[in-house]
Antibody, heavy 119, light 112 residues
Framework: QVTLKESGPALVEPTETLTLTCTFS??????????VSWIRQPPGKALEWLAR???????FYNTSLKSRLALSKHTSKNQVVLTMTDIIPVDTATYYC???????????WGQGTTVTVSS | QSVLTQPPSVSGAPGERVTISCTGS?????????VQWYQQFPGSAPKLLIY???NRPSGVPDRFSASTSGASASLAITGLQAEDEADYYC????????????FGGGTKLTVL
């Protein structure tokens, strides 16, 4: 069974760096064709794709946020870490990680973790 | 503002057929990039409904179907049920300056 779970702080102050961890099981991110993406959703708003890391360590970022985002994977721990710098209130959202296998869509999602940016 | 444009809302009575459109451009759907569709209930994570333009993952009822034409895609739901009331999102890839995955703005489906 494939599962993903996001973890991180619920409250972050403006200008800080947000670090979110996606811990997964049931698949290997080293397997060819495997990808993990991060998506966020501000309260009452649409989904926004943030970033993706591939089995071969290729990384892709939302161009409008690229300067603030960084992805890394820790294969032995089955984790993907997303960092976002210079946090501002509009970054308040539920952050999801999700798996994609062989370009067959984001087929398994985590439950999401809610992050509020406030001083 | 989303690169992919969806109607904010659609509605239909039980048993009816409804469609949700997703309009892109020559740099995304029109360039031949695959379209995915997701269903999301309030307070829950999205669920994959359609991948690769028209393919249903195992477990998705065949009441859900999708297609693409030019720079647009559409999701059709037949035999509408109360449980289909949710938000629906299309997703594709944008090869323009943004060069990234993109979601539509979402469509709220109301079952009357």
């Amino acid at each position: 069974q494939v599962t993903l779970k996001e973890s991180g702080p619920a409250l972050v102050e403006p200008t800080e760096t947000l670090t979110l961890t996606c811990t997964f099981s049931g698949f290997s991110l080293s397997a060819p064709g495997m990808h993990v993406s991060w998506i966020r959703q501000p309260p009452g708003k649409a989904l926004e794709w943030l970033a993706r890391i591939d089995w071969d360590d290729d990384k892709f970022y939302n161009t409008s946020l690229k300067s603030r985002l960084a992805l890394s994977k820790h294969t032995s721990k089955n984790q993907v870490v997303l960092t976002m710098t210079d946090i501002i209130p509009v970054d308040t959202a539920t952050y999801y990680c999700a798996r994609m296998e062989d370009d067959h869509g984001l087929d398994v999602w985590g439950q999401g973790t809610t992050v509020t940016v406030s001083s | 503002q989303s690169v992919l444009t969806q109607p904010p809302s659609v509605s239909g009575a039980p048993g009816e057929r409804v469609t949700i459109s997703c309009t892109g451009s020559s740099s995304d759907i029109g360039a031949g990039y695959d379209v995915q569709w997701y269903q999301q209930f309030p307070g829950s994570a999205p669920k994959l409904l359609i991948y690769g333009n028209s393919n249903r993952p195992s477990g998705v009822p065949d009441r859900f179907s999708a297609s693409t034409s030019g720079a647009s895609a559409s999701l059709a739901i037949t035999g509408l049920q109360a449980e289909d009331e949710a938000d629906y999102y299309c997703q594709s890839f944008d090869s323009s300056l943004s060069a990234s995955e993109v979601f539509g703005g979402g469509t709220k489906l109301t079952v009357l």
